[in-house]
């Protein structure tokens, strides 16, 4: 049991900044691992940035120095911190959360996915 929450998407200039956000909830106990991917049409799905529970993260080189990944444990919720955006941004990004469900298990869920669009 279990589902993410995507927010924050829209429409941007080039130049601007969003921030994306992906709430855990239901049977989330905590979270180990955290990522963000992105896919354009016509494209694979690429990893944007990732988090763990320790603090490591992990950025592609295409948007290192730009994005910055992070989290509030209290309300089980990554973030995604775009700036500086490109229309090469562009695509529909996804949330992606492992961690430790209530009772015995796993929370493995990807979100629905949110529509980030760069344009002028």
């Known amino acids: 049991q279990g589902q993410l929450v995507e927010s924050g998407g829209g429409l941007v200039q080039p130049g601007g900044s969003l921030k994306l956000s992906c709430e855990a909830s239901?049977?989330?106990?905590?979270?180990?691992?955290m990522a963000w991917s992105r896919q354009s049409p016509g494209k694979q799905r690429e990893l944007v940035a990732s988090?763990?529970?320790?603090?490591?993260?992990y950025y592609a080189d295409f948007v290192r120095g730009r994005f910055t990944i992070f989290r509030d444990n209290d309300k089980n919720t990554v973030y995604l911190q775009m700036n500086r955006l490109t229309p090469e941004d562009t695509a529909v990004y996804y949330c992606?959360?492992?961690?430790?469900?209530?009772?015995?298990?796993?929370?493995?869920?990807w979100g629905p996915g949110t529509q980030v669009t760069v344009s002028s």
């Open positions: 992606y959360v492992d961690g430790r469900a209530t009772g015995n298990g796993r929370f493995k869920e």
């Open positions: 239901g049977s989330i106990s905590s979270m180990d691992f």
């Open positions: 988090l763990t529970s320790s603090g490591t993260t």
